[in-house]
C-alpha cells in the first residue's frame, strides 16, 4: 500500500476541514431559514395591531373597516393567533377571519419572500416580471377559428395596458373575419381594468362609452373607465358574443363578463364565478407580511352595481369543463337561425349536428 505523502496529507485534511465548514455554513443557513419563518406573541401582537390599523384606514367602506379593526384587536386580546408558529400559518389565519368578516376575496395577508443576503438573483425582479409576461403572451393564451367560422380567443390574465395592447390587437385581427366570438374568462384571474376596457373596447362601435368606475373611499368622484376613443379599427358590434367563466374567474376576468352581460352584449356560459369586485393595493403590516386592502369600488355605468360577494351568474348555467362545446353549440344555433338556406347554411347545420351529438353522449 502506498502511503500519502505529508504534502498530500495536508492537503486531504485541508480540504476536509473545507467540506465541513461548507456544510457547517449550509447547516447555518438551513437553521437561520427555517428560524426566519418562526414567529414569537410580540411579532404576532405588532402585526395585528398593525393589520387592524391598516384596514381601519385603508378599506373602502369605512364602516366595515373599523368594524374589522376593532374584531381584530378583539381577537388578538383573546389569544386567538397565540398558537400561530410560523409566518406561514399567521398569514393564513388572519386571511381566514378577514374573509369570513368580510366576504371580501381580495382582502388577504400574504408572507413576502425573504430579502436575506444570498446569491445576487440573475435578473432584476423588473426583467423577471418582463420576461413572465412575454412567455404568458400577456394573457392571450390561444387564438383560433372554430368549426362555423367562430372565433375563439382565451384570456388568462389582464396585463397593463402597455404590456398587452399588441397581443391582444394581433388576436383581434386574426378573429376579425369571424361571424361569432367566444371569449374564454375561465382561467382568468384578472388584472388591470384598463386592458379589460381595452379588451372590451372591440365589442362596441361606439367610442368613449361609459363601461364603470371605481370610487374612492371618500366617495367623491372616482376613475371612468370607457371604451377607447378613437374607435379602433376591428370593432364589431353586431357579430354574436359568449363569454366563458368557472368558479375560478377572478376579479377584472369577472368584471368584463358582469358589463357584457349587463349591456345585453354577450351571453355567459359556464360557472358562477368568484365574486371578488373591489381593486385595492397591497400595505406592508410587518417585516414579512402584507395585506392587500380593497380601496376603491366599482361601479357600472348601467346599473350602478358590481359582482362583489355574488359573482356573475351565467345566463346558460353548466360545468366550466362543458362551457367551450356548449357556447360553440349556442353559436352555431344563433348564426343557422341567421343563414339563408344554401350550401353555407347546410355547412352549419353539419357542424351543429357533430356537436350536439357529442353533447348527448
Same mark, same amino acid.
Given at each position: ?58 378599506? =373602502? #367602506? ?10 381584530? @384587536? ?5 389569544? +386567538? &393567533? %397565540? ?120 365589442? =362596441? #362601435? ?10 374612492? @373611499? ?5 376613475? +371612468? &373607465? %370607457? ?110 337561425k341567421q343563414a339563408p338556406g344554401g350550401p353555407w347554411h347546410d355547412t352549419l347545420k353539419r357542424h351543429l349536428d357533430a356537436l350536439e351529438r357529442q353533447d348527448r353522449r
Amino acid at each position: 500500500m502506498k502511503l500519502a505523502s505529508p504534502l498530500s496529507r495536508g492537503r486531504i485534511v485541508g480540504l476536509a476541514i473545507s467540506i465541513a465548514l461548507t456544510f457547517a455554513a449550509l447547516d447555518g443557513q438551513v437553521v437561520a431559514q427555517q428560524s426566519a419563518s418562526r414567529i414569537d406573541r410580540e411579532f404576532i401582537r405588532e402585526t395585528v395591531e398593525s393589520l387592524a390599523s391598516v384596514v381601519n384606514r385603508e378599506y =373602502f #367602506d369605512p364602516r366595515v373597516g373599523a368594524r374589522v379593526g376593532a374584531s381584530l @384587536r378583539q381577537w388578538l386580546s383573546q389569544g +386567538r &393567533y %397565540a398558537d400561530a408558529e410560523t409566518l406561514e400559518s399567521l398569514a393564513g389565519m388572519l386571511t381566514r377571519d378577514l374573509l369570513a368578516t368580510t366576504q371580501d376575496k381580495h382582502l388577504a395577508v400574504t408572507v413576502v419572500p425573504d430579502a436575506s443576503p444570498g446569491p445576487a438573483p440573475s435578473q432584476a425582479p423588473d426583467a423577471s416580471r418582463e420576461l413572465g409576461a412575454r412567455r404568458a403572451n400577456f394573457g392571450i393564451q390561444r387564438v383560433e377559428i372554430l368549426a362555423g367560422n367562430v372565433g375563439y380567443l382565451n384570456v388568462t390574465a389582464f396585463y397593463r395596458p402597455e404590456e398587452a395592447r399588441d397581443a391582444i390587437s394581433a388576436a383581434m385581427r386574426t378573429l376579425r373575419y369571424t361571424d361569432a366570438l367566444i371569449l374564454d374568462m375561465r382561467s382568468n384571474g384578472g388584472g388591470s381594468p384598463d386592458t379589460a376596457s381595452l379588451l372590451a373596447s372591440y365589442l =362596441f #362601435d361606439a367610442a368613449d362609452l361609459p363601461l364603470f368606475e371605481i370610487i374612492p @373611499r371618500s366617495g367623491n368622484a372616482g376613475r +371612468r &373607465y %370607457a371604451t377607447e376613443s378613437p374607435g379602433l379599427p376591428e370593432r364589431n358590434e353586431k357579430r354574436p358574443v359568449y363569454v366563458l367563466t368557472a368558479e375560478r374567474t377572478f376579479s377584472a376576468g369577472e368584471g368584463f363578463a358582469f358589463i357584457l352581460q349587463e349591456r345585453r352584449r354577450a351571453e355567459v356560459v359556464g360557472e358562477r364565478t368568484a365574486g371578488a369586485a373591489n381593486p385595492g393595493r397591497r400595505y406592508p403590516v410587518s417585516v414579512r407580511l402584507e395585506v392587500t386592502v380593497p380601496n376603491g369600488q366599482v361601479r357600472t355605468a348601467v346599473t350602478g352595481r358590481n359582482w362583489e360577494g355574488a359573482g356573475v351568474i351565467p345566463d346558460v348555467r353548466v360545468p366550466g369543463s362543458d362551457a367551450l362545446r356548449v357556447g360553440h353549440i349556442r353559436a352555431l344555433r344563433d348564426l343557422l337561425k341567421q343563414a339563408p338556406g344554401g350550401p353555407w347554411h347546410d355547412t352549419l347545420k353539419r357542424h351543429l349536428d357533430a356537436l350536439e351529438r357529442q353533447d348527448r353522449r
